[in-house]
């Protein structure tokens, strides 16, 4: 079992430009949740998916933030028109129902 | 609001000392988890608590929610579990549900 795996584990943009992340899951998890983790705000849940469908975006930004999970082998966490405020740690997590299991994250910094 | 109130916020301990951290809810939570970020970013699973005690070798854990609180134990502190401890708290009654994040507890074990 290789865990959450997440890629790039580090990316580095331009202001204006956009970023994709890649998260997959754990083998036989049904739900997918994404995080993001600053050294002011800490750890903050963006959105999550079960069984492919959007279950809640409530702490996604209304603009420039999207997320989609295509088939249950992986998710993609999408942000255009970076700025630098979006500069942080992005956590993906998986769970078939209570336990939540995090991937190593991907580093964003938006120059 | 802020649901999940972590403290202390550092913590320095001598090898094989001990001490305990704690989670005050404002909220009624479902479930607890504790993590361990590493210096690599990881985070590492420690335990998952509906109610009632866990323990696990030097670790130990208690959710009470009706006191709304949780509690972590750490016994013969060595070197390696320096890091950054967090606990994460589920606030709905679905099996799937966001975690909502203390603000974490940085643990320096120092010979």
């Known amino acids: 079992n290789a865990g959450v795996i997440q890629t790039p584990r580090h990316k580095v943009t331009g202001k204006g430009q956009e970023a994709t992340l890649w998260c997959e899951p754990i083998?036989?998890?049904?739900?997918v949740f994404w995080y993001r983790q600053t050294i002011v705000q800490g750890l903050e849940f963006l959105t999550y998916?079960?069984?492919?469908?959007?279950?809640?975006d409530s702490g996604m930004p209304k603009e420039r933030f999207s997320a989609q999970m295509p088939n249950q082998s992986h998710s993609t966490l999408k942000i255009q028109s970076t700025q630098p405020q979006d500069s942080a740690v992005y956590l993906c997590?998986?769970?078939?129902?209570?336990?939540?299991?995090f991937g190593p994250g991907t580093r964003l910094t938006v120059l | 609001g802020d649901q999940v109130e972590q403290s202390p916020s550092a913590l320095s301990l001598h090898e094989g000392t001990g001490s305990a951290l704690r989670c005050n809810f404002t909220?009624?939570?479902?479930?607890v988890q504790w993590f361990q970020q590493n210096s690599r970013g990881s985070l590492i699973n420690l335990f998952y608590?509906?109610?009632g005690t866990k323990e696990n070798g030097r670790l130990k854990s208690t959710f009470n929610s009706k006191e709304s609180y949780s509690t972590l134990h750490i016994r013969d502190a060595q070197l390696e579990d320096s890091g950054t401890y967090f606990c994460?708290?589920?606030?709905?009654?679905?099996?799937?549900?966001?975690?909502?994040f203390g603000q974490g507890t940085s643990l320096s074990v120092v010979p």
């Open positions: 083998s036989g998890h049904s739900a």
């Open positions: 997590a998986s769970s078939r129902g209570y336990e939540q299991y």
């Open positions: 909220t009624t939570m479902r479930a």
């Open positions: 608590l509906a109610s």
């Open positions: 994460a708290a589920e606030a709905t009654a679905s099996s799937f549900s966001k975690l909502v």
């Open positions: 998916f079960r069984n492919q469908a959007p279950i809640d």
